[in-house]
Every structure is written in structure tokens, then in C-alpha cells.
């Protein structure tokens, strides 16, 4: 209870400080309209804390980043050496690294609190598309010239790739997404990271209707084993996680699927295909574009 008292005095000691820091420096804020409303929000942010999900979108944007979610520390796309990793919970030490703008996912918890230490914009997932959401974020920081430029230049040259890819594949050909974590399997629809926004989205390759059946609404589903060679395309992606049990591709279930039979399996690293920021997405294409036009 002394420790809830003492946080609490800190907060509001904060929220004091940064109240009259704000009012002094008028001038250098902009009003944001964020889903919840409009934000008093830094015009040139200094001091970013990503909670969840868009730490590539803050980075991409050449933001001083002062803190991320643990998730994103672990990314090796990103340069995040000198950064801590902080969560929701962990108020104390988001309060010693005096962000001026806090980011986040719209089911973070301490809402509040952390809106006494600084401005803080949540958003929630899968409400825009990847791109909308890049150029809300971009928006939030006063980026969105640089935002707008970069995704009319990847809409592009993604598209223009997945023509090449199909006119060596095949129109038909279907591709399929899965991901081992945990001791399951997902497989995912066109709008849940892993390369799929990608490949559905802008290249435009077919999904094989098991998948959409399983997974376009929900953006993924969770799959037993068994179920694998119903969903595998022509082509399969595996967003594989090395650190969880990958004992299903030492079966015959696995080695009998056509695409693996066919030498059409292409691995990606997990950790690197988790998002669909512009770091994350420069990659995703690279990726493909290697796997399938140098196959």
C-alpha cells in the first residue's frame, strides 16, 4: 500500500512538472486527433516510448526512440542497443526516462498514469491497414510528408515485384503463411504481418480457400498439426521460430506436403517477420522477392 501511495505522489508530482513545462512551451505543441479524441502532442518529439506493435514506424521516421516493449527489443531489424525495454506496468521507470510522448496499443494498461507523465496516443490494432497506419503514426510525430512518400514509392515496387513473381510462378499459383510458436501453428490471412500484407495485398497472390476460410476474417487461426497439408499453397512461407518445437518438419505428414516435395518452402527468421512496419516490411520484400525470382 506504501508503495501505491508513493507511486501515486510521484505521478501527480510529475503530471505537475510536466503541466507547466507544456504551458510554457505552447507553442511547440500540435493538436492530434487520435481515435479517442484530440491530443496535445509535441510539434517535434524528442523522447518517444513505444508500449506495443509500432516502435519500426517510430524508428523509420528517424524518432528519438527512449524506450520500447520487449517485443520490439528482441527484433534484430532494429537498432535498439541502448534502448530499454519497459512495459504498461513498469511506471517508475518510465517516469526516470521523461518521455515527452508515449505510443501504444489501445489495450495498455495504467492509461491514466501514464497520460501524467506525458501525452500518451494509443491505437487499436487492425482498425487501419498497414499503410494507414504508418501514416497515422507519421502524423502523430508531424511526418507526414516523408510517410506519404514512402508508401506511394513501396506500394510500387512491391507491386511491380509480384508481377514478376507471377509471371515466373504461375497466375494460379496459391502461397501460403504459417508460423510454429509455442508448440501450435498459425496460419494467417492478409493483414496480420509475416509477409501478408505483402504477398495478398499489393503482389496480389492467391491464397488457397482452406486459408481463407480459416483465417481472411480473423486475420489467423491456430491449426493442430494434422491439419497443415489442407492449408499448404503451392508455395509455403514459414516464419519460423527456432527457439519453439520445429520437430513437425522431421515428419512424413510435413515432407509428403507437394510444395515441400517441390522444393517451394522458403524460411524466414520469426523475429524479423513479426511486424509491418517499414523496417519490417523493407525486409518482408527483399525476402520474397529472394525466395521466389531466385528459386
Request: overall charge negative; hydrophobic content about 40%.
Amino acid at each position: 500500500m506504501k508503495k501505491i501511495i508513493t507511486i501515486t505522489l510521484i505521478l501527480l508530482l510529475a503530471f505537475s512538472l510536466n503541466s507547466a513545462v507544456l504551458a510554457e512551451n505552447k507553442g511547440e505543441m500540435i493538436t492530434y486527433q487520435s481515435e479517442n479524441g484530440p491530443v496535445e502532442v509535441p510539434a517535434n518529439p524528442e523522447r518517444v516510448i513505444v508500449l506495443s506493435s509500432f516502435t519500426g514506424n517510430v524508428l523509420a521516421l528517424d524518432v528519438n526512440l527512449v524506450g520500447v516493449d520487449s517485443w520490439s527489443k528482441s527484433n534484430p531489424n532494429y537498432d535498439l542497443e541502448a534502448v530499454p525495454a519497459v512495459t504498461d506496468e513498469n511506471l517508475e521507470k518510465i517516469l526516470e526516462l521523461n518521455p515527452d510522448l508515449i505510443i501504444g496499443l489501445s489495450n495498455i494498461k495504467n492509461l491514466s498514469r501514464l497520460n501524467k507523465i506525458a501525452p500518451t496516443v494509443t491505437f487499436t490494432y487492425g482498425k487501419l491497414d498497414y499503410l494507414e497506419q504508418h501514416l497515422e503514426i507519421a502524423k502523430l510525430l508531424n511526418k507526414e510528408e516523408e510517410a506519404r512518400a514512402w508508401i506511394q514509392d513501396f506500394k510500387t515496387r512491391a507491386q511491380a515485384a509480384g508481377e514478376e513473381i507471377k509471371d515466373k510462378i504461375g497466375e494460379d499459383a496459391t502461397v501460403t503463411v504459417i508460423e510454429n510458436f509455442d508448440k501450435e501453428l498459425y496460419v494467417f490471412g492478409e493483414n496480420w504481418a509475416r509477409g501478408t500484407e505483402i504477398l495478398y495485398q499489393e503482389m496480389e497472390l492467391k491464397m488457397p480457400e482452406r486459408v481463407k476460410e480459416l483465417a481472411l476474417e480473423a486475420g489467423f487461426h491456430a491449426l493442430s498439426f494434422e491439419v497443415l497439408p489442407e492449408v499448404a499453397g503451392d508455395y509455403l512461407i514459414i516464419s519460423k521460430n527456432s527457439e519453439t518445437d520445429t520437430s513437425f518438419q522431421e515428419t512424413e505428414t510435413y515432407k509428403n506436403i507437394p510444395a515441400v516435395e517441390n522444393g517451394r518452402v522458403f524460411e524466414a527468421d520469426s523475429k524479423k517477420f513479426y511486424f509491418n512496419d517499414p523496417i519490417t516490411l523493407e525486409y518482408q520484400l527483399e525476402f520474397i522477392k529472394e525466395s521466389f525470382l531466385n528459386n
